[in-house]
Nanobody
Framework: QVQLVESGGGLVQAGGSLRLSCAAS????????MGWFRQAPGKEREFVAG????????SIANSVKGRFTISRDNAKNTVYLQMNSLKPEDTAVYYC????????WGQGTQVTVSS
């Protein structure tokens, strides 16, 4: 079993930045995928960014490409989502997920971008 704890969400003005953290514990494996998803009010959950723990190869959604980056810290067993040039459209609950097929999920952290 894997436990995920997200942090770093909050309220920020448009154009600002936030960094989300996801700390993983439990029976993690280097082969796991780790990623970020988000769900805005009235919308379905969508993929934001992912990273393969073993190689560091990343994938990023077109909607945030050029503004968001995903990275990981092996020593801390933590994944980060650096969010720059934030827009009101980025307002959502952001979720961390991991596993061979994203079968483990965190509780989510709220990101609100004001205009």
């Amino acid at each position: 079993q894997v436990q995920l704890v997200e942090s770093g969400g909050g309220l920020v003005q448009a154009g600002g930045s936030l960094r989300l953290s996801c700390a993983a514990s439990g029976r993690t494996r280097s082969s796991y995928l780790m990623g970020w998803f988000r769900q805005a009010p009235g919308k379905e959950r969508e993929f934001v960014a992912g990273i393969r723990w073993s190689s560091g190869v990343t994938s990023i959604a077109n909607s945030v490409k050029g503004r968001f980056t995903i990275s990981r810290d092996n020593a801390k067993n933590t994944v980060y989502l650096q969010m720059n040039s934030l827009k009101p459209e980025d307002t959502a609950v952001y979720y961390c997920a991991t596993g061979d097929g994203y079968n483990y999920w965190g509780q989510g952290t709220q990101v609100t971008v004001s205009s």
